[in-house]
């Protein structure tokens, strides 16, 4: 499954660095800021978790997220 993880621009890079060493992940790439507010910014993931389970473990970690969201396959 393909996700859009909303992040504080802030931490993104150690969200992203977590979710490389994670066995279930299988591509994790930067998908730029937002134009509107520049303090926060995407996260493109594609993992074999469901979005619960990404959320819960974001969540658990006290990562500086928004939330979760499925992305489009095309």
């Avoid at 802030?10 to 066995?23: E, F, P, T």
């Avoid at 594609?46 to 473990?57: L, M, P, T």
Wanted: glycine share 6%; charged share 35%.
């Amino acid at each position: 499954m393909r996700y859009i993880i909303d992040v504080k621009t802030k931490g993104h890079k150690r969200i992203m660095a977590a979710l490389r060493a994670l066995k279930s992940t299988v591509k994790v790439e930067f998908g730029g800021e937002y134009h509107e507010d520049r303090a926060y910014c995407q996260i493109h993931l594609e993992s074999s978790q469901s979005e619960d389970e990404i959320d819960n473990w974001l969540w658990k970690r006290n990562f500086d997220y928004v939330g979760v969201v499925p992305r489009d396959t095309e």
